[in-house]
Structure formats: C-alpha cells, structure tokens
C-alpha cells in the first residue's frame, strides 16, 4: 500500500497563531488526499478533499478560510490551520487513495492550542 | 445524508475468544466497504470490499460483504492481548471515493 507520512507528529501552538500540518505521499503520485480529524473518543470526519492542481472541496460546516489546503504537487498536501483556538486543538490526519481505490493515512498530526 | 453505524460499541473479551464485529451503511453510490484497526495513532489499512460474498481473509482476521443488505462483518478468530484496539469501518460513496466512518468498535482482549 502506499505509504504516507505527516509533519509535524505533534505541535503546540498559542490561540491566535497559525500552524501548517505537511502531509507526503512517499512512493506514491496522489492527484487526490483527503483531511481528517479525530476529537478524543470519536471517530474520524472528513474535513475537505485536497485536490492536486485545484482548490479543495470542503465539507458542510467546515470554514474554508480557516483551515486552508494548498496540494500544490502529486506527492505534498499542506493544511494550515489560521487563528487557531483550543476548540481547534484535535488529531488531524490525512490520506491518499491507492491504486485500487483504498485509503492510507498518514501517522497524524496531534495538535494542541493554549 | 451517508451514515455507517457500527456494533457492538465496545466488546471485553477473553484471550483465544472468537469476535464477531458489525457494519451497516447508508451510502450514495456506494464503492466499497474498509476496515481499519486504529491502535494510538492513524488507522491501518486491513480490508476493502467491493463484491458481495466474498470472504477477505489475512491470519486470524477476515471480512465478509453483503451488498444487498447492505451490511459488512470482520471475524477475529483466536484474539490476542495485541488484537486490543478500535475496529473503523468505512463506506467509500460518490465520485471521489471519500469515506465515511462508523464510530468503531473498541475491542479489548484480556489475558
């Protein structure tokens, strides 16, 4: 399967600054990465679809302007959370579809703001 | 709207047990079904389904569709104390193949 990783593995930041989360396919082109996050003891909600070339597509109830995706090659998606807020602080993980249609994701990014 | 429920919620279980894990889904063009174990970091990569009735197996783990009824279960045979770990299933719908994930089962194992 493809492999994929994530940069930083965790970060803290202080409300109001900004913190971009790198997210690498290793040996695999992916024209398509996706955003997760996870609050604790909760499943996995798609944020937005990063889309190599293009803007991303978002999901309902995601702020556009505030969680920025910029997937300017096949191999790199960055997501830049602006402004951030404790409410913010959570697990965020990406992924890339596979040759056959599945997903992989990336280690995940814990991210914690003060 | 896509929904995937998930159960039981969380299962306790004896070493050696055999566990049956559930999936249903509700999902527009649905493409195919995945199981992830997700210990304390991202989820890993164990099953995708896309044809109804045929069994996935990898060692003590394996996996069965029903596209009709539009259910998944994953079988673990013989657990062990490292099978310990939240069980995700997703339906992968629509034209992007985004998913949507269950809540998961959280397994526990004990010796």
Known sequence: ?114 | EDKVVQSPLSLVVHEGDTVTLNCSYEVTNFRSLLWYKQEKKAPTFLFMLTSSGIEKKSGRLSSILDKKELFSILNITATQTGDSAIYLCAASGGSNYKLTFGKGTLLTVNP
């Not at chain 1, 803290?12 to 992916?30: H, N, P, Y």
């Not at chain 1, 995601?62 to 790199?76: G, M, Q, R, Y």
């Open chain 1, 1 to 114: 399967g493809a492999v994929v990783s994530q940069h930083p593995s965790w970060v803290i930041c202080k409300s109001g600054t900004s913190v971009k989360i790198e997210c690498r396919s290793l040996d695999f082109q992916a024209t398509t990465m996706f955003w997760y996050r996870q609050f604790p003891k909760q499943s996995l909600m798609l944020m937005a679809t990063s889309n190599e070339g293009s803007k991303a597509t978002y999901e309902q109830g995601v702020e556009k302007d505030k969680f920025l995706i910029n997937h300017a090659s096949l191999t790199l998606s960055t997501l830049t959370v602006t402004s951030a807020h404790p409410e913010d602080s959570s697990f965020y993980i990406c992924s890339v579809i596979g040759s056959s249609y599945e997903q992989y994701f990336g280690p995940g990014t814990r991210l914690t703001v003060t």
